[in-house]
């Protein structure tokens, strides 16, 4: 590899290196000195890099490298005096002894089977038996144990411990799932904690004492978080060190896409315009149940299906998105994406896409987008008796209805999902048979590969730029990710651009439903 050849690739990875140094230092002029010591060393050791393909896995080793080093060189020597020798109990620790607070600050960096022993033994003065029969294991174990930790504890008393920015100035993190099947992550970005292992274990791998050091928990409130992440595997460990097992759209690289990205999204917002606009007319005169829905209704539901068609249907099958399975065998993709303390959907202009199914292939779709209020496919998801009588509604077959069927269209009726009047029950949305809804495809089909081709001009803009800001162990899914990334540079950005345009209000309860629609089989 020549030199001209790294200078591009250190230029393109800049922002993420810079990045990644103001999450391990205290201040920008530290980070910035790091950076460039980083940058030094990888222009020193460019000989090593075997091809193209490997350079940038050999720059995050040497970022990686340069920071362990980094650190140690700031670390201040200090000893304190803990002999090997065991007696059967240990002299209690006077509470004004400063040893006592440096003890008590490497327990919570201590692993667990140390640590009960430790606490034992040193805090609550127990003997070698007493603490054998407390924890079920020999008295010989006991004494490996203590002594272990000893050695662990004397050399974490003699270290400078740094706290982490994430300490202090914690991440925000929304877990968003895409998938043909049930969504089991959905809970696991709920804590603060959970979160930040995340992002901290992102670029490198750490110890558990590590990340307990970068986003200030000690370990006993942190150990079962780390558990559980690894168990659904959004963390692995190598060793004993932990790395993150699935993509982050940071904060960084989200600002670097929008800038990029901004005329296409532009673009995508006025051939909606245009083409919803000019169809109208022919669209109404298919005579679909819903036709005669008001205009902002109309505009929503119009901009929704075109959507749904470009970059869900088009696209997807074009570029063939292959699903990984997950370890319960659901393919799926699981990513994360920083946020400001606020989820997509808090922010008005998140995106959730569902659709339901009854046994006859008739199904309702939803576009839902949280500025027009509740989130409608969360009502129905994994609820079939639900889904099943909201589709004999929109077939007007509810003859048949037990009582229990007429309570849950009772319920539809309270959400405004269903209308009750003197001539019986209906859906609140639009209901085309397959052939009304192929006829309303074909009269935008032009627009829809339009749009399609628009927005995988994005997805490769976007595939570049994430490239430059994931680790090397993740860079294969890229492309599927930048694809999923769509769904908010290619459907919520052009809708947030016509919704600040006026010429997509919010929903005010009053009319259809604006962005879920029923297809009858």
Known sequence: MDKKELDTKVEEMAKALLSYCSARTSNHFEAEDLAQEIILEIYKSYDNIRNVDAVYGFMWAVASNVYKKWCKNKAKSKEYEITDNLPETAEPLAEDDSSLYLLRRELTLLSKKYRKAVILYYIENKSCSEISNLLSISESMVKYLLFKSRQILKEGMSMERNYGQQSYNPKGLSLLFWGN???????????????????????????????????????????????????????????????????????????????????????????????????????????????????????????????????????????????????????????????????????GFGFGVSNVVNSSGDYVQFMDFPVNGDMVHHYYFNRQNLTNVFLDIAKGKTEHFSENDKALAADMVRKGYVISNDEGLFVNAPVLTKEQYDKLKNIFADTAAQIADEAEKMMYTVTKILKNHIPLHLKKLAENMAYLRLFEDAISAPAAILYDRKYLLPYNGNGILPTTYVILN
């Open 181 to 347: 099947g049930a969504n089991r992550y959905y809970h696991l970005c709920d804590s603060k904690i959970s979160q930040n292992i995340l992002f901290a274990c992102y670029n490198d791998k750490l110890s558990a004492e590590q990340i307990s050091l970068e986003i200030g928990v000690s370990l006993p409130y942190m150990e079962d978080k780390l558990a559980e992440l690894c168990e659904y595997e959004l963390l692995k460990k190598d060793g004993n060190r932990y790395y993150t097992n699935l993509v982050i759209f940071t904060r960084d690289f989200s600002k670097e896409v929008n800038t990029k990205t901004a005329q296409l999204r532009e673009k995508i917002a006025d051939i909606l315009t245009e083409a919803v606009t000019k169809h109208e007319k022919d669209v109404r005169d298919i005579g679909f149940y819903g036709a005669d829905m008001g205009g902002n209704s109309f505009a929503w539901q119009m901009v929704s299906i075109i959507l749904y068609s470009s970059v869900i249907e088009i696209l997807q099958s074009k570029i063939k998105v292959v699903y990984p399975k997950d370890k319960y065998g659901t393919e799926c993709f699981i990513w994360g994406a920083e946020n400001d303390g606020q989820t997509p959907w808090e922010s």
